[in-house]
């Protein structure tokens, strides 16, 4: 199984440029995440969907949109990107919500904006 | 409530030595702590996980030791190799609760020098 794969790997994006990341899962998993992670600063929460269909945010939503129109795949987009925006970027699933049988995360997209 | 504080942010130990890493919690209705491990350029993944019901799991060299009473939880890695070098997170979360989602800590860069 291929698992949650995260396309494109590196990307860089100027300024007020829009662009939209690829997270596709093969699990099944009904919980899909998104997570920003930067020096420090720990994995923070962008968005979650616990379904098809459904989508909510998480602790720092701002500057970015979702949607789950399949289980599978789980699109993040960068709508006017700005300079705060460059991070490394996380897509992961999960079986149940608090994770019991654990997160599968990607291997990450690295943005930098500039 | 919501928080997870690790503790430190960032460790160097000699090959052999004992890594102590420190989590601690507010919300004592969480009853899940897992440890993810993040090697460069991949996504975290899961290490060890334990319930509040013991105070102690090991697996392999990894050991996880959970103090209920002081809301504290630690990942101790005996023997430690170089190729344990990663960043590790500590998390938390209430695994009854259908919209609980995992809390991570700010996470732990450690280095295992030869």
């Known amino acids: 199984n291929a698992g949650v794969t995260q396309t494109p790997k590196f990307h860089i994006l100027k300024i007020g440029q829009s662009m939209t990341l690829q997270c596709t899962q093969d699990?099944?998993?009904?919980?899909m995440y998104w997570y920003r992670q930067d020096p420090g600063m720990g994995l923070k929460l962008i968005y979650y969907?616990?379904?098809?269909?459904?989508?909510d945010k998480g602790e720092v939503p701002n500057g970015y949109n979702v949607s789950r129109s399949t289980t599978e795949d789980f699109p993040l987009r960068l709508e006017l990107a700005a300079p705060s925006q460059t991070s490394v970027y996380f897509c992961?699933?999960?079986?149940?919500?608090?994770?019991?049988?654990?997160?599968?995360f990607g291997s990450g997209t690295r943005l930098t904006v500039v | 409530q919501q928080q997870v504080k690790q503790s430190p942010q960032s460790l160097i130990v000699q090959k052999g030595g004992i890594p102590i890493i420190n989590c601690a919690y507010e919300?004592?209705?969480?009853?899940?702590f897992p440890w993810y491990q993040q090697f460069p350029g991949k996504g975290p993944a899961l290490l060890i996980a334990?319930?509040?019901?013991?105070s102690e799991k090991k697996e392999g060299r990894f050991t996880i030791s959970f103090n209920k009473s002081a809301k504290q939880f630690s990942l101790h890695i005996m023997d430690s190799q170089p190729g344990d070098s990663a960043t590790y997170f500590c998390?938390?979360?209430?695994?009854?609760?259908?919209?609980?989602?995992?809390?991570f800590g700010t996470g732990t860069l450690l280095a295992v020098q030869p």
């Open positions: 992961a699933s999960s079986y149940s919500m608090a994770g019991a049988n654990g997160y599968t």
């Open positions: 699990m099944n998993h009904n919980y």
């Open positions: 969907s616990v379904g098809a269909g459904i989508t």
């Open positions: 919300n004592t209705a969480f009853d899940y």
């Open positions: 334990i319930r509040p019901d013991v």
């Open positions: 998390a938390a979360t209430w695994i009854g609760g259908a919209t609980n989602k995992l809390i």
